[in-house]
């Protein structure tokens, strides 16, 4: 790679027959039938992307999308001090993966020298009144910049904020001045926001029409609000560029996201596993457990195969926190149901670590922790917490990074990405759609009254059924 930066690297090892106790997945059929599976999901992911349904393959090597969003987040960089992203779902979630991976934790504590003089970063996703009031009473209008963030422009609880907003600012500083706090990123060819971007000369990004909204992180919609909070974004692409390079073999046992997709599609179709536990041992890669969540459940969790035919699959992606998470579900982890794999993610080493003293040298159950540092506790705990589930005969896999920056970051969301499309194949859905979501949209759009979305009333509740 010529940078010194390492990819991730995944153990697979306590999926193993003869590593994990009692059961286990042969290894040799990742040179066999597992192989061969993986080669007809690969050429169905590349015949889609291809066809140019796949843009976030491409999004790394989009020298002028990232210039031309450098630029912009520079410009707010320079004006404002604080930056707002409004958006939901995709629109939201890689945003939130990269402030907590990468930037400096209380980040929107800091003050002003120690933040470089670049903006605090705030993400309004769910439109709860109580936290938008709270939000907008701590911000000055006249040095904020609201970055509404929707590739179709049609989203209510996306729209509804930006209502909200519009109006606040029109309150405070006045109509014509309220536009120039906006940046739209969105379709750059339809839909609502495109249309008031032209009616009110607001400035846009574009989220380009191959790129889906979970599949948008290393867009504009990812890459503004980092690049304006003075992440460098260019090792994000570069590590994303060099997880895709790595993933594009045809040879499964070296390709990461290959890997991946077909432990996890094996242990839920085989082995009874359709619970995957995504547990970062690192309060930075929160985010990306939820980001991870998201794209796992939305792109996999699907009524019919690509044939049409009902199928009712998908796994069930669960993020979890190490170490906290160990005096919660672990327990359920090492005993209850045989139906879960952990997928860990851990770092070699962290970005600062603290040293625990020793001042009570005669008392056991403290004596033992001086000494050791911090980061020496959390990572012994997630390789005692993979020994335990393995001696259990529970499957668990490990992803390490070497530190959680920029480049890991960026390779990070690309494995995961191409993993679940590779995983769509194997189930044999579309992992690109997500019309189970749509109902729920429709009705809502009934309830709130929109024309042409008219439903026959939902029933109230029946007092019957009520204690
Ligand atoms: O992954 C997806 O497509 C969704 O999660 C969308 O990102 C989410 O529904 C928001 O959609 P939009 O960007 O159109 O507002």
Same mark, same amino acid.
């Given at each position: ?11 697979f090892?306590n ?21 061969a599976?993986?080669?007809?999901a ?18 790394p ?14 410009t ?8 707002v ?27 002003d ?25 701590c911000?000055? $209008? ?10 179709s422009?049609?989203?209510?609880e ?11 600012l029109?309150?405070?500083l006045?109509?014509e ?23 009110y ?28 909070a003075g992440i460098?974004?260019e090792?994000?692409?570069a ?5 895709a ?8 046992a070296?390709? $990461?996201?290959?890997t ?18 995504f ?14 969540q ?7 969790g699907?009524?019919?195969?690509r ?8 796994p069930?992606?669960v993020?979890?926190?190490g ?7 672990l327990q ?21 670590d ?5 001042p ?8 033992y922790?001086?000494?050791h ?20 005969g ?11 920056d ?12 191409i993993?679940v499309?590779?995983?769509g ?10 019309p ?22 939902? $029933?109230?509740?029946?007092p019957?059924?009520?204690?």
């Open positions: 790679m010529g940078d010194g930066s390492r990819l991730p690297v995944i153990d090892g999926m193993v027959a003869g590593v994990l106790e009692g059961i286990g997945m042969d290894p040799g059929r990742l040179r066999g039938d597992l192989a599976r993986f080669l007809d690969r050429a169905e992911v590349e015949a889609r992307r291809r066809a140019g349904e796949m843009g976030f393959f491409d999004l090597g989009d020298r002028p999308l990232a210039a031309e969003t450098r630029h912009v987040a520079d707010c960089a320079r004006e404002c001090d604080a930056l992203v409004i958006g939901i779902g995709g629109s939201a979630l890689g945003a939130a993966a990269l402030r907590d991976a990468l930037l400096p934790p209380l980040w929107n504590e800091l003050d020298k120690a933040r470089n003089h670049a903006p605090t970063l705030h993400i309004l996703d769910n439109p709860d009144p109580d936290t938008v009031s709270a939000l907008l009473a911000l000055h $209008p006249a040095r904020t910049l609201f970055n509404v963030v929707s590739k422009g049609t989203t209510a996306t729209m509804a904020q930006f209502l909200v907003v519009w109006r606040w029109e309150s405070t006045g109509a001045k309220a536009r120039i706090h906006f940046l739209f990123t969105t379709s750059p060819e339809r839909g609502t926001l495109h249309e008031l971007a032209t009616r000369q607001i400035p846009t990004l574009p989220i380009p029409e191959t790129v889906g909204g979970r599949f948008s992180v290393l867009s504009p919609v990812g890459l503004l609000p980092a690049a304006a460098d974004i090792a994000l692409l590590g994303a560029a060099a997880m390079q790595r993933c594009s073999t045809l040879e499964l070296a390709n $990461p996201a290959g991946l997709a077909t432990l996890l599609h094996a242990a839920h179709t085989e082995m009874g596993a359709p619970v995957q536990v547990m970062p041992y690192a309060d930075r890669l929160g985010g990306l457990a939820y980001w991870v998201q794209l796992w459940a939305e792109s996999l699907k009524a019919v195969d044939t049409g035919r009902r199928v009712e699959t998908g069930t992606p993020p979890a926190f170490a906290a998470d160990q005096h919660s579900i359920l982890l090492m005993e209850g149901p045989r139906d879960k794999v952990v997928v860990f993610l851990g770092r070699e080493a962290p970005g600062e603290v040293t625990i003293p020793a009570f040298p005669d008392t056991p159950d403290l004596a922790l001086g000494g540092t911090l980061f020496g506790l959390l990572d012994r705990e997630r390789r005692a917490t993979a020994e335990a589930l393995r001696r259990e529970r499957m668990n896999m490990t992803i390490m990074v070497d530190r959680v920029a480049h890991s970051l960026g390779a990070l969301f690309m494995l995961f990405q993993a499309v590779y995983a194949a194997l189930y044999g859905v579309d992992p690109l759609d997500q189970g979501v749509e109902l729920g949209k429709v009705l809502t759009r009934g309830l709130m009254g929109r024309s042409g979305y008219e439903i026959p009333s939902i $029933p109230p509740p029946d019957r059924w009520r204690v």
